[in-house]
């Protein structure tokens, strides 16, 4: 018998946990609130919270990116440097060289030589010289100050290049100043 009430008290057990189960399951209603205008101001706060600190990271996410800009712009602007300073400091020494000079053929052969330094410095940059004289002119890379009438050149060509362009990679750095040719009018 002892048997049959400790089942019984077992089953109880479990029934009983089922009721609590049952009743934690349950959703449970919200208090609803006393004032419903009270409700509505926090949550319009609280949105307001979020609207400003968002309005907040924005604003530091936009001086984050400007600096960030700003410092590679620098930064790109003095590797520039780095590359055309010792150029720079050759052309210094031509300069006083052919002051002193009597050799003209020398201080000719001294200012190629920088020229030479100068070009391969660009290269390293990747910036090239517009290609003009004899090329077809075109208004991307050129900009034509001049026409001339011939029949030595078709219309349209580059004839001669008064200033030069250059391009680092694909975008135009300096368009190149340039004469270019036109049809000789027949003015009989």
Known sequence: MSQENDVKGTHQANADHAEDDARDDAPHEAA?????LAAAREEAARLKDMWMRTAADFDNYR?????????ARRGGREELLKELLPVFDNLERAVQSAQRATDVKGVIEGLSMILKQFEA?????????????????????HEAIQQVE???HPAGTVVAEVQPGYVQ????????MVVVAKPKSNDN
């Open 32 to 36: 609803a609130p006393a004032d419903p």
């Open 63 to 71: 001086k984050r990116s400007r600096r960030e800009a700003d410092d």
């Open 121 to 141: 410095t660009l290269a390293r940059v990747d910036i090239k010289k517009v290609p003009s004289t004899g090329s077809p002119f075109d208004p991307s890379v």
């Open 150 to 152: 011939t029949d030595d």
């Open 169 to 176: 990679g694909e975008k135009l750095v300096r368009a190149a």
